[in-house]
């Protein structure tokens, strides 16, 4: 089924992709200032809010945002929804750069990225409370296994070379890798599992500092689903996204179908936050937690929204409904996230946040790394589904 | 054939009671950090101290910290308003309608720290007496120590090229040769005593009783956040000197709890990655022979992701 992906082909240096260059260019020299002059004097970041956007939304919103790739794969490996087979391989290669720019994110985030290498290698140093040990021994995983199920299109592509070595050696490795490639994917699986939910047990170490709207000994629970949620959504706005850009066919009635799927993880989500915050009473603390008791309200509303959009049948293969809903689950998982890592975060009196704009210029630079990475890559190789969809969708269903 | 959903969602399930069974083992596995039997502290007594700030400057010298004018940039003499990469210790006043107190904030040198729970490699940890200190070749700077602290002690280098963290480590390096840190020696009142914490703790007990109403009846840093190495009186409430109420656990107990009892042995993801790809792998036969039943090379090629 895959290889009805084809490369796009067409010219690369497009006008907007010297825009993205433009301001990748720009936010490389505030990131060589940063390194220069250290993180206080380009940075927002304080001894008390130590972790601003690099980590709030490129890493914790970020990597969620990645997680389509584990959503649909689990869909289509663990739930064996065959049909929905030609929106893995889109959604692997989103994932494995919004994994790999959340890596270089941390690299520029960290006062001593050179101490790093350390922390895969030294293992008798390993500190097993450290949530935050896991999460970064498997996003490096994750990293690495992400780019090896991104392989096969390139290998598939290698193949078509008039160079016969380099073809012969392609086809060699093409027929390795599916031999292991069961245990990449269940690792592929596993890890974004361990990490999300980890990503949620960081927060909890940060005990009363984090308000009692967000702290629950349910956060990782919570940062697990909510990856999900953000996982679909993502893969819903690239394919949506990815068909008008490019003009090519919509993989609508696709899509359409996956909104079951999508609605029963919102109200998983939904239920499990209500509950906790039910169970904990800490419904009491909303009066006289000035705006807190408000953001609550718009994340369980962006949370809501989308589930209540998608369960309309008629509307569900409608693109633009479609489109709306899926940014909307993007949202609302990533409001969850941010809250639940900055704005709900107070470190006590006479402390403040708000981001530089040198700070959102590296930021705002490693997206558009990450789109261009991307226009290259389904320009080059065998990503995205070819143009007769037709057969793709009657398939197995 | 076919493996129905029901399976797979029967054996996810039955993974996910084997987790919730192990994590159960581990709460009772994971044991509250005792004292160390030599821990060594401070007590600060609030109601003696007159506020000379002798105990900064000297901390400074015995640290060979660099000057700090705080936000009086053209001033020459010493005037931080926290503790910051270039202060380790510092004494600020409070005061409101009737009462006024100083306080001395260092490094509380928890019997179970956060900051080091929380840090990766283990660059933040306890020595033998207790104290905590940072071990900059383990240190990726991460700063989650910084999040973690119930008390904002660790400083981190903001203008620095090779950023280090900064926090009082109760001056080892003067222990070390016998002595005892700056603080304690530069205090001309006895507010600031340093000792063994037993000794302390006794002390500041004695102290609460031979003075009724003088003391707030409580000694901070006795159980609160699992207990501290140092510890204060005081005649102002505690949370109005800055020393938040915590409770009696341990900050890092309840992330504990969730780490050890879902990792414990690392049999739950063990299990999870044989069930996954056991699932994995017989969806993908499945689906193969239902696309192409020779199951030749180009069909194997078709199903890679």
């Known amino acids: 089924m895959n290889s009805h992906a084809q490369p796009i082909g067409g010219t690369i240096l497009t006008k907007p992709f010297r825009a993205l260059l433009l301001i990748f260019a720009v936010a490389a020299g505030v990131i060589a200032w940063r390194f220069w002059a250290g993180i206080g004097p380009v940075s927002g970041l304080s001894d008390g809010y130590p972790w601003g956007i690099w980590i709030a939304f490129d890493v914790v919103t970020g990597t969620a945002l990645a997680c389509g790739g584990y959503a649909v794969a689990l869909l289509v490996y663990i739930l064996n929804r065959g049909r929905y087979h030609p929106l893995v391989r889109p959604a692997i290669l989103t994932s494995a750069l919004g994994y790999t720019i959340a890596g270089l994110s941390l690299a520029v985030d960290v006062g001593r990225p050179w101490n790093f290498w350390r922390v895969p290698i030294f293992v008798w140093q390993w500190n097993f409370d450290s949530a935050l040990l896991e999460v970064a021994l498997c996003i490096m995983s994750y990293i690495g296994v992400l780019w090896i199920e991104v392989s096969p299109a390139v290998f598939e592509r290698l193949q078509d070379t008039p160079w016969a070595p380099v073809r012969r050696v392609a086809s060699v490795i093409t027929r390795v890798l599916d031999k292991v490639l069961v245990w990449i994917i269940a690792l592929g699986l596993l890890l974004p599992t361990m990490h999300q939910s980890s990503l949620g047990t960081l927060m909890i170490l940060t005990g009363r500092k984090l308000h009692p709207l967000w702290q629950t000994p349910l956060l990782p629970l919570l940062f697990l689903i909510s990856c999900v949620v953000m996982g679909y959504g993502a893969v819903v706005f690239e394919s949506l996204l990815s068909s008008a850009a490019f003009r090519r066919p919509r993989e609508t009635r696709m899509l359409g179908s996956l909104s079951t799927t999508m609605v029963v993880v919102l109200f998983l989500f939904l239920g499990a936050r209500l509950l906790d915050l039910t169970w904990r009473g800490a419904w009491m603390r909303i009066p006289g937690s000035a705006g807190y008791g408000l953001l609550l309200s718009v994340e369980l509303a962006m949370f809501l929204a989308p589930a209540l959009m998608l369960l309309s049948k008629e509307r569900r293969t409608d693109p633009g409904h479609l489109f709306r809903a899926g940014m909307l689950m993007m949202l609302a998982g990533a409001l969850y996230r941010f809250d639940s890592v900055l704005v709900a975060f107070n470190p006590g009196k006479g402390w403040s946040y708000f981001p530089t704009v040198p700070e959102m210029m590296i930021t705002l630079g490693l997206v558009a790394l990450e789109i261009m990475a991307y226009i290259v890559l389904v320009k080059t190789f065998p990503i995205l589904r070819g143009i007769a969809p037709a057969r793709a969708d009657a398939g197995h269903s | ?305």
Request: with cysteine; aromatic share 6%; charged share 25%.
């Open chain 2, 1 to 305: 054939m076919a493996v129905d959903r029901r399976s797979i969602l029967k054996a996810l399930a039955g993974s996910a009671v084997a987790a919730a069974a192990t994590s159960g083992r581990a709460l009772a596995a994971v044991e509250r950090k005792k004292v160390p039997a030599e821990a060594v502290g401070l007590l600060y007594d609030a109601t003696r101290c007159i506020g000379c700030k002798a105990c900064v400057v000297a901390c400074r010298e015995a640290n060979d910290l660099p000057a700090d004018p705080g936000p009086f940039q053209d001033r020459i003499y010493q005037a931080p308003i926290d503790l910051n990469d270039r202060t380790k210790n510092i004494i600020k006043l409070y005061k409101d309608a009737d009462t006024v107190s100083y306080m001395k904030v260092q490094c509380m040198h928890c019997v179970d720290p956060a900051c080091a729970s929380a840090c990766m490699l283990g660059a933040l940890s306890k020595d033998k007496l207790g104290i905590v200190s940072w071990d900059g070749s383990r240190c990726v700077g991460c700063r989650y120590c910084q999040m973690a602290c119930p008390f904002n002690i660790p400083k981190f280098e903001w203008r620095a090229r090779n950023p280090k963290i900064v926090k009082c480590e109760l001056c080892r390096h003067l222990l070390a040769k016998g002595g005892i840190p700056a603080c304690a020696k530069a205090c001309p009142r006895e507010a600031v005593l340093f000792g063994k914490r037993v000794e302390l703790l006794a002390d500041a007990k004695r102290r609460i009783a031979d003075h009724p109403g003088r003391y707030v009846p409580k000694v901070y840093g006795e159980s609160d956040a699992g207990g501290t190495q140092v510890l204060y009186l005081s005649a102002v409430p505690f949370e109005k000197l800055g020393l938040p109420d915590l409770g009696d656990a341990p900050v890092p107990e309840a992330a504990r709890l969730i780490q050890h009892g879902v990792y414990k042995g690392f049999i739950a993801p063990a299990a999870l990655y044989a069930i996954l790809g056991t699932v994995v792998f017989r969806n993908r036969r499945q689906a193969l022979a239902e696309e192409t039943p020779a199951g030749d090379a180009a069909g194997t090629r078709e199903s890679l992701p």
